[in-house]
């Protein structure tokens, strides 16, 4: 190459290529996205964090969470369940037909080709989808997370290493205040062996003065303040709980269908 | 050009190199110390935030101390406090000495280097008070972001007049990707903190601008500025000219062609064509490595130079490491890797290596080569030098090997649905507390790299003061005497 010209022809045209597809494009089709009906209801999704959420998620930011936790599950694929909902005239027949087939954890295709034969058997069914894979199973969510789910969060902290638990369904797996106030108080007092440090920064230790705090935290002997001192979470503390309460994307979509956990024995989404 | 006449000006033997030499001066000064003092701070904070896996609960009381701020401080001193203004000094050097002319605009370089340097500081301090962005690798908040981008945009245009001012018009591989790298980071700087800081685009949107940028920053920048400077180091040290232009050439096109579409990650929560095309260009960026590993081993094989721990061995290692952490991006990109690899340390291990073992060893190769023709004496402390090689090289291997091994094994635990999430980190920890050494060893290099520095400085400075007192106390010539 002769000219400075050239090298910036070339630079430009490769790096234009990459902004257009990493940057332009995304910036059209996902910066201009709206709310998305929720499948098989009238409701619309995401909504709009509640107020302490939304700071709660400026929390986050600051104390850099995403450092340690994704907030972004993952799912290897889906499987099908067909149940039979009622054995219609001839249910001995159908009852027969039902006993000899797989009717857990298969394809969509082969779903269909069992739900017909029992249809044409007289029998009627229903089929219930499932996500799979590790996170499923590990209880961290339903479904995969999708761009929806992240609508209203600026900055979105999608996180891109896992040293403590994703954290995308946390409101719905821990949904307990308590726990969480105390968990960011003294990690390892609630989970062994953690390696998450303690945000102790993000409580006070006050005086009590007159009756203790409501909101004074709940701690074992070997934590707790001295006499006449208690443990209170700042404001801080209680919004970023706020926020990972609300971290909760369960409801299913267009591109993360699955059958809710009322009408399925099957999927994963049973609270345990 | 000339390739004898041009390594005897390497050799400082001619007048003008030695002029052009002097023309760096001040502002390469300004430029690699505070680096030097932001790589030894930076790799201060990694060994803190180390060993938060060793005690989790010591630094539960203070804000500034928490991993989450530790971590992102430490790293972004790393490539903007050191990687970036060192880069750009050699940048300088190079374009000066491969246009045969003095640096154009010397005072204008010197105030940037200020201006830049006084972002990053401004930038840490944010982070610490909880005033990041929230985006890897672009934490520092608008009132930093503006002084780096002007102070970069400064030192862009003292390089480019030089590069315009070259008595041989033909250009050289350096050329190529230097120029390149001077016109990447204003467009993917700029970019990033239009759309994600000033008017931030609206959700996921962001983690795709934040990914393009941070793969275009640590993996495209980083590997023109390393790699125009291996190129310009490796064929004088050697003795022998770069092997091929035309290998040069196809690797330049295929490294930005390729490189700039890496970085999306397979899983993520975004339309499927975006992480695919991303998979397809990962792969493909195979061809620019084995493309460089040629040139590499073409140049230097036959070469009779005894490195000896010297600037040929740290641009030598520095080259082989760009290959590997390389090729390490090409295997988590793969498919079936993909999946295990993703959240886990794998991908901490590849960044530090590009960042660490190739870049960093190369510039301080390279700032070894430069100072002491800029500044017309010797390294004040030579034999740190070897001292600093080695521990950089054992302390790169205490902390990728670790961090790449453990990611594997954190990575097959996490795959595993019948595990407990804790089984993924209990397979990591005692890897992650071994790395701590490798922070620990790269630290005590970089104590060395930032004495020979300051040294140096103080130096210059003493002689610059005694020059003034000689002046002062000089007699007057009896011209300038008023009668």
């Given at each position: 190459m002769k000219s400075g010209f050239r090298i910036f022809i070339a630079a430009f045209v490769t790096l234009g290529a990459s902004w257009c597809g990493f940057v332009l494009a995304p910036a059209s089709q996902l910066g201009t996205e709206k709310q998305t009906a929720v499948l098989n209801s009238s409701d619309i999704y995401p909504n709009q964090r509640p107020g302490d959420a939304t700071l709660g998620l400026q929390v986050y930011r600051k104390d850099g969470c995403a450092a340690c936790h994704t907030t972004q599950v993952q799912q290897s694929g889906f499987a099908c369940d067909v149940v039979l909902t009622s054995a219609g005239k001839n249910s001995v027949a159908v009852k027969n037909l039902v006993s000899k087939l797989k009717l857990s954890g298969l394809t969509k295709d082969e779903a269909d080709s069992a739900a017909s034969q029992i249809t044409a058997a007289g029998g009627k069914t229903e089929t219930h989808i499932f996500a799979t894979g590790a996170d499923i199973s590990r209880g961290w969510g339903i479904r995969r997370s999708v761009a929806e789910d992240f609508l209203w969060d600026d900055p979105v902290q999608l996180g891109s290493i896992r040293v403590g638990p994703d954290l995308a369904n946390v409101g719905a797996r821990l949904a307990n205040d308590n726990w969480q106030l105390l968990h960011l108080y003294s990690p390892q007092s609630v989970v062994k062996n953690s390696a998450m440090p303690p945000f102790r920064f993000l409580f006070e230790t006050r005086k009590i003065v007159g009756a203790p705090s409501p909101d004074a935290l709940n701690l074992p002997k070997k934590l707790a303040a001295s006499a006449g001192y208690e443990i209170v979470p700042t404001d801080d503390a209680k919004n970023l709980v706020a926020y990972l309460l609300s971290l909760r994307a369960d409801v299913p979509l267009y591109d993360a269908p699955f059958t809710p956990a009322q009408t399925s024995t099957n999927a994963p989404a049973t609270k345990k | 050009m000339n390739e004898d006449e041009h390594s005897e000006n390497f050799g400082g033997a001619s007048v003008l190199a030695s002029r052009i030499d002097a023309s760096c001066r001040v502002p390469l000064l300004a430029l690699f110390?505070?680096?030097?003092?932001?790589?030894?701070?930076?790799?201060?904070?990694?060994?803190?935030?180390?060993?938060?896996?060793?005690?989790?609960?010591?630094?539960?009381?203070?804000?500034?101390?928490?991993?989450?701020?530790?971590?992102?401080?430490?790293?972004?001193?790393?490539?903007?406090?050191?990687?970036?203004?060192?880069?750009?000094?050699?940048?300088?050097?190079?374009?000066?000495?491969?246009?045969?002319?003095?640096?154009?605009?010397?005072?204008?370089?010197?105030?940037?280097?200020?201006?830049?340097?006084?972002?990053?500081?401004?930038?840490?301090?944010?982070?610490?008070?909880?005033?990041?962005?929230?985006?890897?690798?672009?934490?520092?908040?608008?009132?930093?972001?503006?002084?780096?981008?002007?102070?970069?945009?400064?030192?862009?245009?003292?390089?480019?007049?030089?590069?315009?001012?070259?008595r041989e018009r033909a250009l050289q591989p350096p050329h190529w990707f230097l120029l390149a790298a001077l016109f990447w980071f204003p467009w993917i700087y700029s970019t990033a903190n239009l759309f994600l800081v000033a008017w931030p685009v609206r959700g996921v949107a962001q983690a795709v601008i934040g990914w393009w940028f941070a793969n275009n920053l640590i993996f495209v920048w980083l590997a023109l500025v390393g790699l125009g400077t291996a190129f310009y180091f490796l064929p004088k040290l050697a003795g022998k000219s770069l092997h091929s232009h035309y290998l040069a050439l196809f690797a330049f096109w295929t490294l930005i062609l390729f490189g700039t579409f890496c970085g999306i990650p397979?899983?993520?929560?975004?339309?499927?064509?975006?992480?695919?095309?991303?998979?397809?260009?990962?792969?493909?960026?195979?061809?620019?490595?084995?493309?460089?590993?040629?040139?590499?081993?073409?140049?230097?094989?036959?070469?009779?130079?005894?490195?000896?721990?010297?600037?040929?061995?740290?641009?030598?290692?520095?080259?082989?490491?760009?290959?590997?952490?390389?090729?390490?991006?090409?295997?988590?990109?793969?498919?079936?890797c993909a999946r295990i690899l993703e959240f886990t340390w794998f991908g901490q291990a590849q960044t530090q290596f590009q960042i660490l073992g190739f870049f960093t060893v190369a510039a301080c190769g390279a700032v070894y080569e430069i100072l002491p023709r800029v500044m017309n004496f010797e390294l004040p402390f030579p034999k740190f030098v070897r001292a600093q090689h080695w521990l950089f090289m054992l302390g790169l291997a205490f902390l990728i090997l670790p961090l790449a091994i453990g990611g594997i094994f954190q990575g097959i635990k996490l795959e595993n649905p019948h595990l407990a999430f804790a089984d993924s980190t209990d397979a990591v920890i005692q890897f992650l507390r071994v790395s701590t050494i490798g922070w620990l060893l790269l630290l005590l290099g970089s104590l060395l790299f930032a004495a020979n520095l300051l040294a140096i400085f103080f130096k210059w400075q003493c002689a610059l003061i005694k020059a003034a007192v000689a002046a002062v106390n000089a007699p007057l010539e009896t011209s300038e005497v008023k009668s």
């Open positions: - | 110390n505070c680096a030097a003092l932001w790589l030894a701070l930076g790799l201060a904070l990694e060994l803190l935030a180390s060993l938060t896996f060793h005690m989790p609960e010591q630094f539960g009381n203070c804000a500034w101390l928490t991993y989450g701020r530790l971590v992102p401080a430490a790293n972004d001193l790393l490539v903007y406090g050191f990687a970036i203004p060192a880069g750009l000094g050699v940048m300088l050097w190079i374009f000066a000495r491969l246009s045969e002319t003095e640096l154009v605009l010397p005072l204008m370089s010197v105030i940037a280097a200020h201006i830049w340097h006084l972002g990053v500081f401004i930038g840490l301090i944010a982070i610490f008070i909880g005033d990041s962005t929230g985006f890897a690798w672009l934490e520092f908040p608008r009132g930093s972001s503006v002084l780096l981008f002007a102070a970069f945009l400064l030192i862009a245009l003292s390089a480019v007049a030089t590069f315009g001012a070259r397979a899983g993520a929560p975004v339309p499927a064509w975006l992480p695919t095309l991303s998979f397809v260009a990962s792969l493909l960026t195979i061809i620019p490595l084995i493309t460089v590993a040629m040139i590499f081993i073409k140049t230097i094989r036959g070469a009779e130079v005894q490195c000896q721990g010297g600037p040929f061995c740290y641009i030598k290692f520095g080259t082989v490491a760009f290959i590997l952490s390389g090729l390490m991006l090409v295997v988590s990109a793969w498919p079936g």
